[in-house]
Each structure stands twice: as structure tokens, then as C-alpha cells.
């Protein structure tokens, strides 16, 4: 099988594309504009691989998406290309709405016109599998809930009403047209080549130079976190597996207040870098705690009852076990972490309004 990924260069899209490249005979075409948070350092242990093909297409432009279809040939497509960072999108909203809605209308339009054009027995293999969040269903509230596949879109954020919205076009392309797609809405996800703007790895390389440690608020947000290589291999389920119009909900069963992750890490830094006697003060004395985000979610959790009834997938990580390999893999890998940050990005606060 051949699958085209979309937004191959990200931190989810890489993980998955080693994935396949490691563990099946699938070929893999990556398509990826290489915006700050992507990156073809993350694929390069499989760059190399004949099966292995690499695009730089902005999903937007529908005449070289039309043309990687045509050129590629894919059975199957997997789309996470998207802009994902909450602060971002309350700074600028106008990107995420071009390449999370605009860039998903633009994918299932080609899609559609070369998917019409295959001969039946291809017609009838091909998939189109977007990738969403848990955030379209917005606020948990304090009843010890979980999201389900059925559960009502209330988005928060900008970034969340802009997946919401692609959610919807994919939803509607295959009650409409017939289009085989399936969708995935997974929790917070965390572990190597994280772009550095997201709280786990922010935190990590925070502690690391002894910068100081920002949580929101109190801390009190809860989130459910799964580790990024078990993402992966759910993702890989549903491309070959899932059912043709069926949500799948993708969590780590790992709900943890965001004060505490923060103290976790900082126990494993202490614990885990190289030279614990050059550091006077524990990584916790570093908390600070800052204004909160505009419009923040207290708790999102997800059911991954279906998926695991459905497929056979369950996490593989707890959250501890995930959380010492991600710790182990930045210090490992801190080089990665200085040339990503390409100097337009420093680890500073964004998405604060007036």
C-alpha cells in the first residue's frame, strides 16, 4: 500500500511515518510546506528508505496537490497537516482557518477528483483519514465524563472551532459524495521531537537551563496524554482497519492536572540530567505560576473504549513510562532542540490578549 501523508514534518506526522517505515512495507509519501513546527530532521532515520518519498506542498495549492496525486498514485491518505497550537491561534487566527479549513477543503476536493477516476477494485481500497483533536468537543465539566464519538462539538479556542470545522467537511464529503473517509479525535499527545512550544517539552528544556517554569493559572487544567508512538500505531489501525464513515476516539487513559505533570518532570530532571551536583536549586523551586489563557478548557479526557473494541488498539505507555523515555530522548537529543528554534520562536509566552 501506498499512503500520502500529509504534514509528514510535524511532531505526530513523523512519528507515524517512522512508524510505517519501520514496522510494514507500505510506501510513504510525505507532503509537508515545512512551517517552524515541521521539520525532515525528525524523519531522518528513514530518509533514506526506497519506500520513503518527501513533497514540500502546501496543502492550499490545489494544482500541486493535484499533481502529487497524479504523479504518486496513493491507495490511502493520512491528513494531519494543521496548525495545533491553542496560543498561537488566539495570537493569529487567519492561519489556522487558511491551511485547517481552506487546506481540508482544498485536500478533499483533489482527493475526490482522483478517487472518482480509479478503477473500481482501487475505488474500493482507497481511504481518507483526517486526524483531529479532542478539543471540538470543548469543556468537560466537573461530572467525571469522558468524550465519546458522539459526543456534541463545542470548540473553545480558535485552533479547536478550526479542526471542528474540518471535522465537519470531511463528515460532509463522504455523506455527500461518497468519499471513503474516517476520522480520528485524539488526547494531548507528548514525546521525542516535540516542537518546544508545547507544555511537556517547554517545560523539559525550561528545567534544563534553569529558565523559569510557567503554568496557567493554578494548574488545575486536566488533560489525558498519549504517547506519541502509541498514537502512531492506533493511526496505522484505522488507515488499514477502520470502518469507512466511523469516528474513532484515541486517548492514553492518563488524566493528569497540569501542576502535577509540571512536578513530574521536574523530579526527572533532577533525577535524569547528567549532573545534578551543577544545579543548586531543584527544578520545582522554577514553578511559576502566570495569568491563565484566554478561554482555557479545565478538563478534556477521552473514552477509548471503541477503538479498543473495534481494533484491538490500547496504549502501550503509562504515563510515567512515557515520560522518562521523552525525558531521556531531550537530553539526548538537545542539539535537535537548539536548530529547531529557528530564532523566530524562543519558548516566550504567546496568546495573551489585551
Not at 60 to 69: E, G
Request: proline content about 4%; charged content about 25%; hydrophobic content about 35%.
Amino acid at each position: 500500500m501506498k499512503i500520502l501523508v500529509t504534514g509528514g514534518a510535524g511532531f505526530i506526522g513523523s512519528a507515524v511515518i517512522r512508524h510505517i517505515i519501520d514496522n510494514t512495507t507500505d510506501e510513504v509519501v510525505n507532503v509537508d510546506k515545512l512551517t517552524y513546527a515541521g521539520n525532515l530532521e525528525s524523519l531522518a532515520s528513514v530518509a533514506g528508505d526506497q519506500r520513503y518519498r518527501f513533497e514540500r506542498v502546501d496543502i492550499v495549492d490545489r494544482d500541486a496537490l493535484t499533481r502529487v496525486f497524479a504523479e504518486h498514485r496513493p491507495d490511502a491518505v493520512m491528513h494531519l497537516a494543521a496548525e495545533s497550537h491553542v496560543d498561537r491561534s488566539i495570537d493569529g487566527p487567519a492561519a489556522f482557518i487558511e491551511t485547517n479549513i481552506v487546506g481540508t477543503y482544498t485536500l478533499l476536493e483533489v482527493a475526490r477528483a482522483y478517487w472518482s477516476e480509479l478503477d473500481d477494485a482501487s475505488r474500493a481500497r482507497f481511504r481518507l483519514h483526517h486526524i483531529s483533536t479532542d478539543e471540538v468537543y470543548g469543556d468537560l465539566d466537573g461530572t467525571g465524563g469522558l468524550f465519546r464519538e458522539d459526543n456534541p462539538y463545542a470548540p473553545s479556542s480558535p485552533y479547536s472551532a478550526s479542526k471542528a470545522s474540518s471535522d465537519h467537511l470531511v463528515r460532509a464529503w463522504q455523506r455527500t459524495y461518497g468519499l471513503p473517509t474516517v476520522i480520528t479525535n485524539c488526547s494531548n499527545n507528548y514525546g521525542p521531537y516535540h516542537f518546544p512550544e508545547k507544555l511537556i517539552p517547554l517545560i523539559i528544556l525550561n528545567a534544563l537551563e534553569g529558565k523559569r517554569l510557567p503554568v496557567y493559572g493554578k494548574g488545575e487544567q486536566i488533560r489525558d496524554w498519549l504517547y506519541v508512538e502509541d498514537h502512531a500505531r492506533a493511526l496505522y489501525k484505522v488507515i488499514t482497519e477502520g470502518k469507512v464513515g466511523e469516528t474513532y476516539n484515541i486517548g492514553g487513559h492518563n488524566e493528569k492536572r497540569n501542576i502535577d505533570v509540571v512536578r513530574k518532570i521536574c523530579e526527572l530532571v533532577d533525577e535524569m540530567r547528567p549532573d545534578p551536583s551543577s544545579y543548586e536549586l531543584p527544578a520545582s523551586s522554577l514553578i511559576t505560576f502566570v495569568a491563565d489563557r484566554p478561554g482555557h478548557d479545565l478538563r478534556y479526557a477521552i473514552d477509548a473504549g471503541k477503538i479498543e473494541r473495534d481494533l484491538g488498539w490500547k496504549p502501550e505507555e503509562t504515563f510515567e513510562t512515557g515520560l522518562r523515555k521523552t525525558i531521556y530522548w531531550y537530553l539526548e537529543n538537545l542539539d535537535w532542540c537548539r536548530r529547531v528554534q529557528d530564532g523566530s520562536y524562543q519558548r516566550e509566552r504567546l496568546g495573551v490578549t489585551a
